[in-house]
């Protein structure tokens, strides 16, 4: 015969488990309920500028590549050149990281000839907007993850096109974000990758892409999380993106006519790893303020299927389908949806 009391504790942690899940429940549906729409803002889809990190810093050249007409700039930490990998997860882990005599960097004409032939069959835009292109690029001395080699073939890639870019490769900096005063110490590698060198890399590039005035002291404006789902078709995690992104908005922006720039995270630096660091300590907001600039910092999700992309990389190696590299990229059109969001009114 069962005892009582053995019955009264197993329905007592029963109740416990039932409240518990409840609980988080309703924590989920708080969270979700949380995020909002995009805003209209109004802003100008003319002025339109890029950058990221990694992972980020290819998807910021696909995207100004593809974009060209619109997006007048690039910045890029730790990145290679566009349609590095080729469709192939493999050459985007050596090739376009860290090539060597088997694993070589494609070469800098067949990547100019692809680029004009994508151009052509109007993938992307002309070609001849990149001569106009501002680009920014920086490579770390002590980055293990992607050699030098690779930033300076990108940089090779838009001189090749006539743009004039700039590489700043003299940082003791690891494979991060760098910072002026946030973050770990700027020779390491490790989450959240986010380093701490003495350096606005974020300053040093908005200043070469938009002429940037001084930032502001304090970050002043708003910090908006918004639902990623409405630009991907009702489910973000099928083309990888996060349920939500984020987007930091001045004070002077709420009225409309503000620029927009795109900072793209890199991989395992998503709002699923790191939380909101990469919106608050990349250094991109006090620069927003000053400088009537809407920063949008769209979210990558990890996820191991359909789609296996398990470091919330951005996808520029072709995870999302073979279009990946042009406008008509699952993840392209989202953020392309989600800025012209930004410019309705």
Known sequence: MRSPIRKRSSSSATLRSCRASF?????AAAALAAAEPLPKLGANAREVTVSGVSSGAYMAVQFQVAHSASVSGVGALAGGPYYCAQGNVLAAYYNCTKPGVFTPLPSPGLLKAETQSLAQAKSIDATSNLAHARVWLFSGTQDQT???????????FYAGFGAQPVLVADRPAGHAMVTEDKGNACGSSRTPFINNCGYDAAGELLRHLLGAKPPAGAASGRVIRYDQNEFAAGDAAAIGLAAEGFAYV????????????????GCRQDAG????RF?????????ADANRLVVLYPQTVARYFPIFNPRACWDWWGYTGPLYHTKDGAQQRAVNAMIERLASK
């Open 146 to 156: 992607v050699d030098r080699a690779v930033v300076e073939a990108l940089r090779d």
């Open 273 to 276: 790893d790191i939380g909101e």
């Open 23 to 27: 609980l988080l429940a309703a924590l």
């Open 250 to 265: 001045p004070k002077t922006c709420e009225g409309g006519g503000c620029a927009v720039h795109v900072a793209f995270h």
């Open 279 to 287: 919106v608050l300590e990349a250094g991109y907001n006090r620069w």
